[in-house]
């Protein structure tokens, strides 16, 4: 039996064009398995009313583990003197596309650190490499840099790109980015949105101090900007960071988060993450799956070097062959009433 109270309050902010602070900050509270229940729900029919029952498929290549930021929660961050850095090679990176797209992958995700020395143009004509060859989409996540570097990517053929920002407070952000600027954050996902990326963030569910206030007004920030994807993910502490010591993220406040965002923003792309999966305890992507997400992303980087892009602990998959992962997810898929979509599954707006 659903609950009436929540029931209005869903509808509610389903049908707002800006939702009420406190209603979102209402539903990312809920605590009783029943209410929550009726939240994944709701928002699972939101999402089969706007986008559908697919389940869309990207394909990541992680190429660099290089990284000059600090960022306290990340197993990349640069004072991690314990990794195996790397950078893979064109060749490389053109070897393990060769498996992504025999896996029918429609998207390529090309994922690094967030190194400045990054050689923009080597990576400008790896995206004019892989567009002469292929059909596909192609998201960049690269961190940071001048708007006309974010222009030579875009005229090179990429289409999206993916910067996460964690949090949209900027009290929180400065704390858990040590030497970053909240505003250059926000500055360069203006620029990606004004050069004709599909643009994508998300948030980082689970950080020390951070409040149902604070993911409220995340979503709202979401909303505001019309992002084409989101990553909702759960913190997960690394040994070799300085938040080591700290509490994981709650997978109940993830999903949460995610339904809330599938609610209010509808039509973006959200990934059942990596991270959600990854928790030893069973498969969590498919309670994200049924509580709004409609995107899985495979690893396609190649062995030895998975192992070595170590953002967290634990992440799944690891010791699996790239290409692997599709009749896993077929089943997943089948297991939910849904299917799995190889489209290239472009912006909804």
Not at 98 to 121: F, N
Not at 246 to 258: A, C, S
Request: glycine share 8%; aromatic share 8%.
């Amino acid at each position: 039996m659903n609950d009436s109270r929540l029931q209005c309050v869903l509808e509610n902010v389903r049908d707002a064009q800006i939702p009420n602070l406190n209603d979102l900050e209402y539903l990312l509270s809920l605590n009783d398995e029943a209410k929550m229940a009726q939240l994944f729900d709701f928002a699972s029919e939101v999402r089969r009313d706007y986008i559908g029952d697919g389940i869309l498929m990207r394909g990541i290549i992680e190429f660099s583990s290089y990284c000059d930021n600090e960022c306290l929660y990340c197993g990349l961050n640069k004072n991690n003197t314990t990794l195996k850095r790397f950078r893979l090679t064109k060749p490389e990176i053109m070897s393990a596309l060769e498996v992504l797209i025999a896996s029918k992958m429609k998207t390529l995700v090309l994922q690094s650190g967030e190194e400045k020395a990054l050689d923009v143009h080597w990576l400008a004509g790896v995206v004019k490499e892989v567009k002469s060859k292929y059909d596909i989409a192609i998201t960049l996540s690269c961190g940071e840099f001048p708007k006309d570097v974010y222009k030579l990517w875009r005229d090179a053929g990429a289409d999206r790109y993916l910067l996460k920002i964690e949090t949209s407070d900027k009290s929180l952000y400065e704390k858990f980015h040590p030497n970053m600027s909240y505003e250059n954050r926000i500055r360069c996902l203006w620029d990606l949105k004004e050069l004709g990326y599909q643009v994508g963030s998300g948030t980082l569910v689970g950080l020390k101090g951070q409040t149902a206030a604070h993911l409220a007004k995340d979503v709202l920030f979401y909303n505001d900007f019309k992002f084409d994807m989101l990553g909702i993910g759960l913190f997960i502490p690394h040994k070799q960071t300085k938040l080591a010591s700290d509490n994981r993220g709650e997978l109940d406040m993830t999903l949460k988060m995610l339904a809330v965002t599938r609610i209010v923003t509808k039509k973006t792309h959200l990934p059942a993450t990596t991270a959600t999966g990854s928790l030893g305890n069973g498969d969590n992507r498919i309670d994200a799956l049924k509580a709004g997400a409609n995107v899985i992303m495979p690893n396609y980087t190649p062995e030895p070097y998975r192992k070595a892009y170590e953002i967290y602990p634990g992440k799944r998959c690891v010791d699996e062959k790239p290409g692997l992962c599709n009749k896993c997810i077929e089943m997943m898929a089948k297991g939910l009433g849904r299917f799995v979509d190889y489209g290239r599954g472009d912006s909804l707006f």
